[in-house]
């Protein structure tokens, strides 16, 4: 049951809200269209029932709003826009990103495959799918939950009469099994045939809810279809006799449409009239019935990736387009996923994460030119002379704002933020706020590890290499690599997470990067010339008093590694670094729970 109270969107540079005051109600085990012209505000409304756009209403999904579920994808299956997910991925290894997140197991992406009829292109890329594969895929990843709703956006647009008939099939086999289908539709007639209740907007008012057949009996035409060989001859003579009617009695009039070939359409008559009209002019007759507006076609379309399932007639060549859809044409959801669930866990947006960042080559790519230019800068620079060891090893000219591995590291921390805001997969889970920042602890988490392994890996590399050419010509190891160590570490991680956070925080890869290069540029000189300047009082001692301090005396290499640490603050890149971090973290967090449902 899904009930939509007063939804009202935040209007826009003194322009009227796009929706305004809307209250509908989906009923389990129904179809309910919300149906409107374009731009009548349906895409908006579903977004303001998600939580996606800020408003005012509310939206009760079995009595509880977005932010009582805890986990929605196992609840709400929804379908927004046309992009699944990153084209270079396969569709299980988008489907099994997607189980991660949810916690339901990697075999749900098999079963989901199989119902839309894809599990012979499991491992096609998505970027070589059609609209209609599309289509299917983020159907498939509404249903990876076992959800006992589905919220679609348009799931027919653009598709062919075929795909869209078998879209409809599968959405009413899913409300027999008791589910609460909610989709939007801009056609009348798409509404007529697949819903069970109408639910009618104008420029974001509601204007009707009304059943299915109050809603075909006022908005749809009533015609009486005919299939004869004859068809032009019998046009012919019910137009003849309709106009010459019309003349007699100055009745409704009656309107005759050849539609090709042996078909006939006629609006304001009736079967018993079209009948004894043909009988009297010796016209043979296939088909005669009544119905309710444009049916569309009824041809079953068993699966995309060219299998045929039990149901399918091998010797139909052209079924018949007057016979009723058989039920076992239409592939049954998988249920029974519950007792299959385990305990919530944070391991879930872990895993999530690391298939994220993983699946597809983009994060491997920009690792390995990292690598190559560190390596290549770092030969360059013990030729041509002798730069401090720590610019060596780590590859960093002079004339860089930040080492290649740093760069790198802040690239992939804004990728992990940029590719889900350009590729929306969890679209109902954004409106939680724990499973938001769930998801920001473990992309911190896998960025951190990626920027260590990558800021390790490189020293190793550089030095390997340099010591191979040169031999022991090139000091790898002065005094103090410790803490030279340490602090090349915490620049790459610092540079991570800066793009994490800052794309996280502006929804965009491109201004995560322009954050982790505006720190070198423009924050460390102006903290350079402020800590240039003499202080009256100095941090010296420090660890000793804390030593002298706590009440559990630890070891006293623990001294070291805090005088290393307060060394490394002092530097500009350090401060820099550190404000920045705590400046997107906190603008971050105070983002998402301004953003949380009230």
């Known amino acids: 049951m899904i009930q939509a109270i007063g939804l009202t969107s935040v209007p826009r540079r003194q322009q009227p809200p796009v929706v305004d005051d809307l209250t509908f109600e989906a009923r389990p085990g129904?179809?309910?269209?919300?149906?409107?012209?374009?731009?009548?505000?349906?895409?908006?409304?579903?977004?303001?029932?998600?939580?996606?756009d800020?408003?005012?209403?509310?939206?009760?999904?079995?009595?509880?709003?977005?932010?009582?579920?805890?986990?929605?994808?196992?609840?709400?299956?929804?379908l927004l826009g046309d992009v699944p997910g990153h084209p270079s991925r396969t569709a299980r290894?988008?489907?099994?990103?997607?189980?991660?997140?949810?916690?339901?197991?990697?075999?749900?992406?098999?079963?989901?495959?199989?119902?839309?009829?894809?599990?012979?292109?499991a491992d096609q890329r998505l970027g070589d799918f059609s609209l209609g594969m599309d289509r299917r895929l983020g159907l498939a990843s509404a249903l990876l939950g076992d959800?006992?709703?589905?919220?679609?956006?348009?799931?027919?647009?653009?598709?062919?009469?075929?795909?869209?008939?078998?879209?409809?099939?599968?959405?009413?086999?899913y409300a027999a099994q008791g589910g609460a289908v909610l989709?939007?539709?801009?056609?009348?007639?798409?509404?007529?045939?697949?819903?069970?209740?109408?639910?009618?907007?104008?420029?974001?008012?509601?204007?009707?809810?009304?059943?299915?057949?109050?809603?075909?009996?006022?908005?749809?035409?009533?015609?009486?279809?005919?299939?004869?060989?004859?068809?032009?001859?019998?046009?012919?003579?019910?137009?003849?006799?309709?106009?010459?009617?019309?003349?007699?009695?100055?009745g409704p009039p009656v309107e005759v449409v050849h539609e090709g070939g042996s078909r006939i359409s006629v609006y304001g008559s009736s079967c018993a009239a079209v009948g004894e009209t043909a009988y009297r002019h010796g016209i043979l007759v296939h088909r005669l019935t009544e119905e309710t507006g444009d049916t569309g076609p009824v041809t079953p379309l068993e699966r995309?990736?060219?299998?045929?399932?039990?149901?399918?007639?091998?010797?139909?060549?052209?079924?018949?387009?007057?016979?009723?859809?058989?039920?076992?044409?239409?592939?049954a959801v998988p249920t029974g996923l519950s007792a299959r669930l385990t305990a919530p866990g944070p391991v879930w947006p872990l895993r999530y994460e690391l298939r994220r960042a993983t699946g597809v080559r983009t994060g491997w790519n920009v690792a390995a030119a990292a690598l190559a230019a560190s390596l290549v800068a770092s030969v360059l620079l013990a030729r041509t002379g002798a730069p401090p060891a720590l610019r060596l090893l780590t590859g960093w000219p002079v004339w860089l704002p930040l080492p290649p591995a740093a760069f790198a590291a802040g690239l992939l921390g804004a990728l992990a933020f940029g590719q889900?805001?350009?590729?929306?997969?969890?679209?109902?889970?954004?409106g939680t706020v724990p499973r938001r920042l769930g998801l920001l602890g473990a992309k911190l988490a896998v960025s951190a590890a990626a920027a260590l392994l990558l800021a390790l890996v490189s020293l190793a590399l550089d030095g390997a290499v340099l010591r191979l050419l040169f031999g022991r010509s090139v000091v790898l190891f002065p005094d103090g690599w410790v803490t030279a160590l340490a602090g090349w570490t915490g620049l790459t991680l610092g540079c991570a997470w800066a793009g994490l956070l800052a794309a996280g925080l502006f929804r965009s890869t491109a201004l995560g990067l322009v954050a982790v290069l505006a720190v070198?540029?423009?924050?460390?000189?102006?903290?350079?010339?402020?800590?240039?300047?003499?202080?009256?009082?100095?941090?010296?001692?420090?660890?000793?008093?804390?030593?002298?301090?706590?009440?559990?005396?630890?070891?006293?290499?623990?001294?070291?590694?805090?005088?290393?640490?307060?060394r490394l603050m002092s530097q500009p890149i350090g401060w820099a670094l550190a404000l920045a971090l705590a400046g997107l973290l906190g603008a971050y967090v105070l983002t998402v729970f301004r953003g949380r449902p009230r």
Not at 30 to 52: C, F, N, Q, S
Not at 204 to 214: F, K, N, Y
Not at 217 to 245: F, Q, T
Not at 542 to 553: D, K, M, N, Y
């Open 30 to 52: 129904r179809v309910t269209v919300l149906l409107g012209e374009p731009g009548a505000g349906k895409t908006t409304a579903l977004r303001l029932m998600l939580r996606l």
């Open 54 to 78: 800020p408003g005012r209403g509310v939206a009760l999904f079995r009595g509880r709003t977005l932010d009582r579920i805890p986990h929605p994808t196992r609840e709400i299956g929804v």
């Open 93 to 121: 290894g988008h489907l099994r990103m997607l189980s991660a997140a949810a916690g339901v197991p990697v075999e749900r992406a098999d079963d989901v495959l199989e119902v839309v009829g894809l599990s012979g292109l």
């Open 147 to 173: 959800p006992h709703t589905l919220v679609l956006d348009d799931p027919a647009e653009g598709l062919s009469p075929r795909e869209t008939a078998w879209l409809h099939g599968l959405l009413r086999g």
């Open 183 to 250: 989709v939007t539709s801009r056609d009348a007639k798409e509404a007529g045939r697949i819903g069970d209740r109408v639910v009618t907007i104008d420029e974001g008012r509601l204007i009707a809810d009304q059943e299915a057949a109050a809603f075909a009996g006022c908005r749809l035409r009533p015609r009486v279809a005919v299939r004869s060989p004859l068809a032009n001859r019998l046009a012919h003579v019910l137009a003849a006799e309709a106009d010459k009617a019309g003349e007699v009695t100055g």
């Open 304 to 331: 995309a990736d060219g299998r045929r399932t039990d149901a399918a007639d091998p010797q139909a060549d052209e079924p018949d387009e007057s016979a009723p859809q058989p039920e076992s044409a239409v592939p």
């Open 420 to 430: 889900e805001f350009r590729y929306p997969a969890l679209a109902p889970d954004q």
């Open 520 to 566: 070198p540029t423009l924050v460390v000189p102006v903290l350079g010339g402020l800590l240039s300047r003499p202080a009256a009082r100095s941090l010296i001692g420090l660890p000793e008093r804390l030593r002298s301090a706590a009440v559990v005396q630890w070891p006293s290499s623990l001294d070291q590694g805090i005088s290393a640490a307060l």
